[in-house]
């Protein structure tokens, strides 16, 4: 199906009532691109929920994964996003009891490669035993959020599918910051197109 509206950033703002929006910037405009269905959105992007130049500003499908270490910033994390609307599924951990982080770190990876989820997001003590059993998946780009430039520089330079957080060391609402700056930046694509390209490769390579 066609999209129902498209306008420019100088066009009068239209009303898109029961409508999905897609943002997609082009030559320094913005177009706005109103979607009957989200799952042809969906289609389009891929997995990782962006392509260069388009962000989505519908609710996303995100795995959620934690160890002991980040289960009560997990929960956190958890009521808020589906609060906002987003499709979250929990892979646990479901207490505080001590765990194993590679177990949440898998399978959340797994869901996120397979395109099953449009991002991750893991949760333990420091954020690097996540990022680095995660990264051991195929396709995955996790990367650890430490503030919010930096947090937008991996959206942006290196398109990463995953963020991983410390919960010992980050505060609830500096958490939820970097969560909303995940998700809402898009991968500049360009030349750091090619350089997440020659990421891939060295995953070819093993």
Do not use: W
């Not at 029961?18 to 979607?35: A, S």
């Not at 609307?85 to 990876?109: I, L, W």
């Not at 350089?195 to 093993?206: D, G, Q, S, Y």
Request: aromatic share 4%.
């Amino acid at each position: 199906p066609s999209p129902r509206h498209i306008r420019s950033r100088h066009q009068p703002v239209m009303p898109a009532a029961h409508h999905n929006r897609v943002k997609m910037f082009r030559h320094g405009c913005q177009l706005t691109i109103c979607v009957h269905q989200r799952s042809l959105v969906r289609r389009s992007l891929g997995a990782g929920g962006s392509v260069a130049g388009v962000i989505l500003i519908l609710p996303m499908k995100i795995a959620l994964g934690a160890d002991h270490g980040g289960f009560q910033l997990k929960n956190q994390l958890r009521d808020l996003l589906i609060a906002q609307g987003h499709e979250v599924r929990d892979f646990g951990a479901n207490s505080p009891d001590s765990t194993d982080y590679p177990d949440y770190a898998g399978p959340v990876a797994h869901a996120v490669a397979d395109g099953a989820f449009d991002r991750g997001i893991l949760v333990c003590g420091s954020g690097v035993g996540m990022a680095i059993a995660a990264n051991k998946v195929k396709g995955i780009r996790a990367a650890l959020g430490v503030s919010p430039e930096q947090v937008a520089l991996v959206r942006e330079h290196n398109n990463a599918n995953i963020l991983t957080l410390g919960g010992r060391f980050i505060q609830e609402a500096a958490a939820e910051e970097l969560v909303k700056i995940f998700l809402d930046t898009p991968f500049a694509g360009g030349r750091h197109e090619r350089r997440v390209e020659k990421i891939a490769e060295l995953e070819n390579e093993l």
